[in-house]
């Protein structure tokens, strides 16, 4: 049997370009869907912790929501904590902006800023569940305390793998390829994927910080 070729579709494009475009269309518009279905989980996830935060303080069974006898969760290293979360998210959003631009090394050199304090955030939360001053059952306000913060501060760790994943697909993309159309299909498709995720991601590591600070408040303000 004679092998046959794609013929050009009357727009100049292969049957094989056309289907290999579609692909990357939905492949871009999966990007940004599964963006927003993952704040949309997570805000189901931290809500659990957030009612079960009031609703435990609202009973004060026992008057055993907050166990003033017991040292607290250290401020200092919470508000650290938040505050390294919180800067990472603004150093990404803000090199974001130069690599729209054309600027790959600034933006480079901004996202691993960003993952040093995005890993030292871990660290540092890590740190503080093992010097805790009151263990798990003690209180109410404990019971959410040591329920929230490792779930989230899984969450941040894998954001940042996410974030070193984006590191390492834009280092073998030529510079010239976000100011300029890239010669192949292939090549723009690649980029244009690039750009869709590193996007993606800056709304879910935005969201995150603004969790952060949301059970900041909770755990050290309002507790």
């Known amino acids: 049997m004679a092998e046959t ?43 659990c912790f957030f009612f079960a935060f009031f609703y435990l303080k609202s009973l004060n069974s026992h008057h055993l929501w907050y166990n003033t006898a017991v040292p607290g969760a250290k401020v200092w ?60 059952g003690s209180s109410g306000y404990a019971s959410v305390f040591v329920g929230f913060y490792p779930v ?29 159309q890239p010669p192949t299909y292939a090549e723009a498709f690649s980029v244009q994927r690039f750009q869709a995720a590193l996007s993606s991601f800056t709304v879910v590591w935005n969201y995150l910080a603004v969790i952060a600070i949301l059970f900041w408040i909770l755990f050290y303000l309002v507790k």
């Open 77 to 136: 290293l919470g508000s650290l904590v938040m505050g390294l979360i919180v800067a990472s998210a603004l150093v990404q959003w803000g090199v974001l902006q130069r690599i729209k631009a054309g600027h790959k090394n600034i933006w480079l050199r901004g996202a691993t800023l960003a993952l040093v304090l995005g890993l030292a955030a871990v660290a540092f939360q890590v740190y503080q569940l093992t010097d805790l001053g009151f263990w798990p």
């Open 152 to 180: 989230f501060l899984t969450i941040v760790l894998c954001a940042m793998v996410w974030l070193e994943i984006l590191i390492m697909r834009c280092r073998p993309i030529p510079q010239i390829s976000f100011v300029e």
């Open 5 to 47: 070729t794609a013929q050009p579709s009357a727009g100049g494009l292969s049957r094989a370009e056309e289907e290999a475009a579609y692909y990357h269309e939905a492949g871009l518009n999966a990007t940004w869907t599964g963006a927003r279905l993952a704040c949309g989980g997570l805000s189901f996830l931290f809500g």
